[in-house]
């Protein structure tokens, strides 16, 4: 009985979702902006390499063009110090800081929502060292761990796994990809920690209310009250949460690239495009503002899609 | 309730320890040591160092060693820095992160809580999205960029504060300012949630059908359990407020704990990083600590066994 | 009830919006000079150094930004020279120098006192050294003096030898050293002793000596049956003939010693206050010095403030009332100060890049002028590829360090190890070799100009001679063949390490048809890749001279374990080197030690990149501030000028612009030592 009431209310909580999210204009808008974003930015660089023959890292073969122009016809975005195209610079980078942003959100998501739920559903003993590894992990200095997972794993000693997925993926002679694993490994490590007290706190409040101690009443294990009945009641907080690791672990990525473990040079994120740019915002302000615009336009995207995810799980709002 | 908090102070002490312990292994698998430089060191003076701080010790003295002092909280002198002692640097620091770290953390919270509420109330008007647009506008601008900016902006064009360096309450303006707006921002969004969740549960809806106005009903009854995201997450936050933020002393060139402590790890100054991890993991426990305690408080529904 | 506080919010925030405008429009502007441009009310100069000073002990210190601030505090034998950085009279009136270079005899004055009013004497100077040298001191940069003899031995914890109640030798060869014999000053019975040859060494430790010794029978059969005498501190090169006359003697000639005794590591510590409170001696409640300036406040990571000190022996000639020093490390922050008139002047090199085109329209604040450092890409010679000389000198021919350098907006192409512009002795020496070298080599003038440049034919040339040819393509060029996983460059997280990384990868992929790949560490993680010589192919190395000497960069690749990070060794190099430094005349020597150089430059260890500029700035009310090739200032020199029709206008070139107050100061300073040449 059990069975078939779960998959009937599965059902219609997506189904139902959906129809309310395609109402919300706002969140629409944000999703089609992201649609393109994606797109412009997995094929953009390839266009623009067939059509003008501009790279992320080409620098101009003439010594006077080694400089940074103002946006122009040839360079809609101007162009960096070292003369390169800045608009195959952003929508290079735009692919790392998303791919960051991603693996985090997913790492988060997965790791930190089942963490938190776990603990604060089963509460006591349990919950209280689930959350002191937790503040355990918070203490530890966080630049520390990375420099020594880069001295590990960095250099001639990096494990043939991670040597062989980085040649595999990104091609022969790409070993500043390398560290692009190490990078999506450290942000891993650290970016489900808030996540899980959030969901913690959430679940705690919500375990003690009536449907969860009718589910329990109805023989529903603790693993399906959890994953079946309390996250997704605290889903609310969660989307918003994710959404803002989102612009956070964007900008770890911009600080641990200062520490050598971001993306390599010649590569850019939009988080070290942006450290560039705002070095430069007096005399070249186009290298600021347009990596600065997209990653605002996106993460302002991303929130409102995130707002919109929220209020079409909410069973309750009402839409007008 | 009692016995829950004492039982949850007497664990940090060992917890501090262990991260101590961990901190202190990291350290060691790190590459290279306080003294390596540009410049080779004559060999003399190498052996010196490392008979001087008991580098040719086997490591489980070394540990011993270290925690033997650290149990008894002396952490013994910078490495870095010789003849200054690492409680020292901690105790003339800390107040320079704590002064700018609590005034951002009251201007985050009242601001971005005013926000966020306002915008629940007005959910989907003009007066949700725009703050909600102007947090997410704090968001996504990263704090080396807006301090810049603010610099630009208030220093240059505007010449009412100081550019950087510490000094008087004008000098405190654009730092706390650059550190809140994150805050604010992320407050602000959470707020917003947690309100919208609770402004549309029963006893929210019981306490407006039995006629209390508007003002009661928020701040009475919605208010303690919309800010429970808020809680979780300003905990952790106030520590590592209190502890400095990076990019904020290092535009602004402040004298705080946090450019100290990266640049103790940077350096590898050992005692250094290890007094300030113990202390700031004891921070962190105990505004976690005290973030689950305010929970049992904000809401009712929450009962620790 | 929401709605009439956000009215009352909006009213606030208007008014408060209105008042920063207002007071917006007060603010003055600054009539052709970078930001606000006003002397500072009280006659203080207000400086950034750098970072946080490690420590004010000027021995245990050995980072630039402590010695601009240990030379305000602390005075030694000589002082840096305000524009050459050559040595001038310090605390010392004149000196005489023995005529093979190895013996220096000081007069010192008699109106030198600390601090605290006790006067200063030559045994104050042998109380510094002994203990600089000791083992227990942990002074990272006594390296430097190991050349007064047998401070390394002391240093080292080493023992003579002594068999049959006489000492052995070192060097059989020294005994009969002619030259040796010519001491300067009195004949003492310790200048005998420590002018006689030179003793053989051995470990002091026990377990280490056992251990030397049986690596090395023929050392253990010498010393068999002998009696170990260990060295101390007063068997060091230093000796004090009376209150006012130290004499300092070296184990070998060293012609550029002189300038060394400026180095912080030959500053003067006082005796009475280190022996009293040991570690603490150096906190402000128990400093005491013997500079221009005492320290008055010092609040670390804010600022350390110091006050003229009316002990001083010539405080009647310091200009200044006190120096602030602030320590900042962000370029942009340096520069804000300094817009908003916060800060007077600052440390090397603080301009960052994008500013630069700006802040050269300022040309009398800014100064850029050749530094004592230079910058180079390192082969690891010890690996594969970059073993093969011919790839060394391909990807150097390369390069256009033209271009890099234009890049870089302030530096200057550099194509020799030590930096051009900063000796001008030694320049000339280098031209006279490289025309020597030309007729040697029977090429023309235009050959010649693009020996060891940039020359593509030459690299493809040699490129394909080793096995990789590169192919033209409709893009560019193309090398097929080069193993690029097997190399990379290597940089820290430095400031402009990237942009020049990105910008020779590029140069190289452009020219060569060859994409190197880029890796950044932290400067710890990366030491230990770059001293072990465990990284791929090239890394990268900034480096600063120690001392006013070619040598201090020449001495990079010399010996088997050098500082050079290629792994480089060639016994020839060493050789010519080793003939340098036998020469005395300052011209000959730096002729052997171009040759020596020229000769490197063709084993090609490492890329010159480029000569570094100071740039910096400076208000044009900041007088007697010169841009010296180490940017270290003799701070009394310094003064704030307040009639503004003297500051500083249209300078062509503040190096050889008279200023005639310290021309004058200069004059008399100088005029004791030079009146005995």
Request: charged share 20%.
């Amino acid at each position: 009985m059990a069975d078939s009431y779960e998959k009937v209310a599965g059902q219609s909580l997506w189904g139902d979702a959906w129809k309310r999210l395609k109402r919300n204009k706002l969140a629409v808008a944000s999703m089609c902006f992201l649609g393109i974003l994606i797109v412009a930015v997995l094929v953009g660089p390839s266009i623009i390499y067939w059509t003008t023959g501009f790279t992320y890292d080409l620098t101009p073969a003439e010594k006077e063009m080694v400089r940074s122009f103002p946006p122009s016809l040839q360079h809609p975005m101007g162009t960096d110090d070292q003369g390169r195209d800045m608009l195959a610079r952003v929508l290079q980078g735009g692919r790392i800081s998303l791919m960051v942003g991603i693996i985090s959100t997913f790492v988060s998501l997965i790791v930190g929502v089942s963490y938190g739920a776990i603990a604060g559903y089963l509460g006591g003993k349990i919950d209280n060292v689930m959350m002191r590894i937790v503040d355990v992990i918070y203490a530890i200095p966080y630049i520390l761990i990375v420099i020594v997972l880069l001295s590990v794993f960095g250099g001639p000693n990096t494990p043939h796994w991670i040597q062989w997925l980085s040649t595999t993926v990104g091609g022969a002679g790409n070993q500043g990809l390398s560290q692009l694993f190490l990078l999506f490994f450290a942000l891993g490590l650290v970016s489900w920690l808030t996540m899980a007290r959030v969901v913690r706190g959430q679940i705690l409040s919500l375990k003690n209310q009536e449907f969860v101690m009718a589910a329990r009443a109805t023989g529903v294990g603790t693993f399906g009250i959890v994953f079946r009945h309390l996250i997704p009641n605290a889903l609310g907080p969660v989307v918003v949460y994710a959404t803002l690791t989102v612009p956070s672990v964007m900008l770890t990525e911009a600080f641990l690239s200062f520490l050598g473990l971001g993306v390599q040079a010649p590569y850019a994120s939009w988080g070290s495009l942006a450290d560039i740019g705002i070095k430069n915002l007096a005399i070249f302000p186009w290298q600021l503002v347009f990596p600065g615009v997209t990653m605002a336009l996106t993460l302002f995207s991303l929130n409102f899609l995130g707002d919109g995810i929220r209020d079409a799980l909410d069973p309750q709002t009402r839409k007008f | 309730m009692l016995r829950f908090i004492l039982r949850r102070l007497l664990i940090i002490i060992p917890m501090a320890l262990l991260v101590v312990t961990l901190t202190w292994g990291l350290i060691r698998l790190a590459p290279g040591n306080f003294y390596s430089g540009e410049k080779k060191l004559p060999a003399a003076v190498e052996a010196a160092i490392r008979k001087k701080y008991g580098l040719d010790e086997p490591w489980y003295k070394q540990y011993g060693m270290m925690m033997a002092n650290v149990v008894r909280g002396d952490f013994g002198d910078s490495l870095k820095y010789p003849g200054q002692s690492v409680n020292e640097i901690i105790r003339r620091h800390l107040p320079y992160s704590a002064t700018i770290g609590i005034l951002a953390y009251f201007l985050a919270l009242f601001v971005g809580m005013l926000a966020g509420t306002y915008a629940a109330l007005k959910q989907n008007s003009v007066f949700d999205f725009g703050p909600m647009a102007l947090a997410m506008l704090g968001l996504s601008i990263p704090n080396f960029v807006i301090a810049p900016v603010l610099v630009i902006l208030f220093a240059f064009w505007l010449y009412v504060f100081p550019p950087a360096r510490w000094g008087g309450a004008s000098s405190l303006v654009l730092p706390v300012v650059t550190l809140a707006a994150v805050y604010a921002a992320y407050i602000a969004r959470l707020t917003r949630a947690g309100m919208l969740e609770v402004l549309r549960s029963d006893f929210v809806r019981t306490a407006r059908a039995k006629g209390l106005d508007d003002r009661t009903v928020l701040f009475r009854h919605a208010f303690r359990g919309g800010i429970l995201p808020v809680v979780s997450f300003t905990g952790p936050a106030l520590a590592a407020l209190l502890a400095g933020t990076v990019v904020v002393e290092k535009v602004f060139a402040l004298p705080g704990l946090g450019d100290i402590f990266i640049k103790a790890v940077l350096n590898r100054d050992e005692p250094l990083v290890l007094g300030i991890v113990a202390f700031l993991s004891i921070l962190i426990m105990v505004f976690n600590l005290i973030v689950d305690v305010s929970y049992g408080f904000l809401d009712p529904r929450i009962r620790y066994e | 009830m929401l709605k009439s506080g956000s009215n009352r919010a909006t009213v606030l925030l208007t008014v408060w919006l209105l008042t920063l405008i207002g007071s917006g429009c007060v603010a003055t502007g600054s009539n052709g000079f970078f930001g606000r441009t006003q002397p500072p009310a009280r006659n203080v100069l207000r400086y950034v150094s750098g970072p946080e000073p490690e420590t004010l002990d000027p021995q245990l210190s050995d980072g630039q930004p402590e010695a601009r601030i240990q030379m305000a505090l602390f005075e030694g034998l000589v002082e840096y020279g305000p524009k050459d950085q050559q040595p001038i009279p310090a605390l010392a009136k004149r000196w005489d120098i023995s005529p093979n270079m190895d013996e220096f005899l000081f007069h010192l004055r008699d109106n030198a006192k600390w601090s605290d009013g006790t006067l200063i004497t030559a045994q104050d100077f042998v109380y510094s050294l002994r203990r600089g040298f000791a083992p227990e001191t942990i002074s990272r940069t006594a390296g430097l003096g190991y050349f007064v003899k047998y401070s390394e031995a002391y240093k080292s914890g080493l023992a003579f030898v002594k068999k049959d109640g006489k000492f052995l030798l070192a060097n059989d060869a020294d005994a009969v050293d002619p030259r040796r014999s010519q001491r300067v000053g009195p004949e003492t019975e310790f200048n005998t002793f420590i002018r006689s040859p030179e003793r053989l060494t051995v470990e002091g430790d026990e377990a280490k000596r056992a251990k030397q010794l049986a690596a090395d029978p023929k050392l253990a059969e010498a010393v068999n049956g002998a009696e170990f005498v260990p060295v101390t501190a007063e068997d060091i090169g230093v000796e004090a003939i009376d209150d006012r006359t130290l004499r300092i003697t070296l184990r070998q000639s060293a012609p550029f010693f002189l300038g060394l005794f400026a180095h912080q590591f030959f500053r003067l510590v006082p005796k009475h206050v280190v022996e009293k409170y040991g570690k603490n001696w150096t906190r402000p409640e128990n400093i005491v010095t013997n500079g221009p300036f005492k320290v008055k406040e010092y609040r670390p990571y804010d600022a350390l403030i110091l006050e003229k000190d009316p002990n001083y022996w010539d405080s009647a000639n310091v200009a200044l009332d006190g120096i602030e020093f602030f320590p900042v490390e962000e370029l942009s922050t340096m520069m804000n100060l300094y817009k908003s008139g916060d800060i007077d002047a600052m440390q090397n090199h603080a301009i960052p890049t994008s500013w630069i085109d700006e802040i050269k329209q300022y040309k009398d604040e800014y100064l850029n002028f050749p530094e004592m450092s230079t910058a180079y890409y390192a082969f690891n010679v010890t690996k594969p590829p970059f073993n093969d000389i011919r790839l060394r000198r391909a990807f150097q021919a390369g390069l256009d360090r033209e271009a890099l350098s234009s890049f870089r907006k302030v530096t200057q192409p550099l194509y020799d190890m030590s930096p051009t512009g900063v000796f001008p002795e030694y320049d000339k020496a280098r031209q006279k070799v490289s025309e020597a070298k030309r007729n040697e080599k029977n090429a023309s003038e235009a050959e010649w100009s693009r020996y060891g440049k940039f020359d593509l034919e030459l690299a493809h040339k040699l490129l394909a001679e080793a096995g990789y040819p590169v192919t033209k393509t409709a893009a560019g060029y193309e090398c097929p063949n080069f193993p690029t996983e097997k190399v990379s460059i290597l940089f820290n997280t430095g400031a402009n390490n990237r942009s020049i990384a990105e910008f020779v990868q590029s140069q190289w992929k452009q020219n060569l048809g060859i994409t190197i790949p880029l890796k950044t560490m932290e400067f710890k993680t990366f030491l230990v890749q770059f001293k072990s010589l465990d990284y791929d192919g090239i890394a990268q190395l900034l480096w600063s001279g120690d001392y006013m000497d070619p040598y201090s960069f020449l001495n990079l690749e010399y010996g088997k374990t050098n500082e050079g990070g290629s792994g480089f060794y060639d016994p020839k190099f060493d050789k010519m080197m080793d003939d340098a430094n036998l020469e005395l005349d300052p011209q000959k020597r730096y002729e052997t030690l171009a040759l020596a150089e020229f000769y490197l430059m063709e084993q090609v260890p490492v890329v010159p990149l480029t000569v570094n500029s100071t740039s910096w700035i400076k208000k044009p009310y900041i007088k007697g501030m010169y841009p010296n090739p180490g940017t270290l200032i003799p701070w009394k020199f310094v003064y704030i000028e307040r009639d503004r029709a003297k500051w500083d206008r249209e300078v062509v070139n503040i190096m050889t612009t008279p200023d005639p107050k310290v021309e004058k100061q200069l004059s008399e300073l100088t005029s004791e030592q030079k009146a005995t040449r």
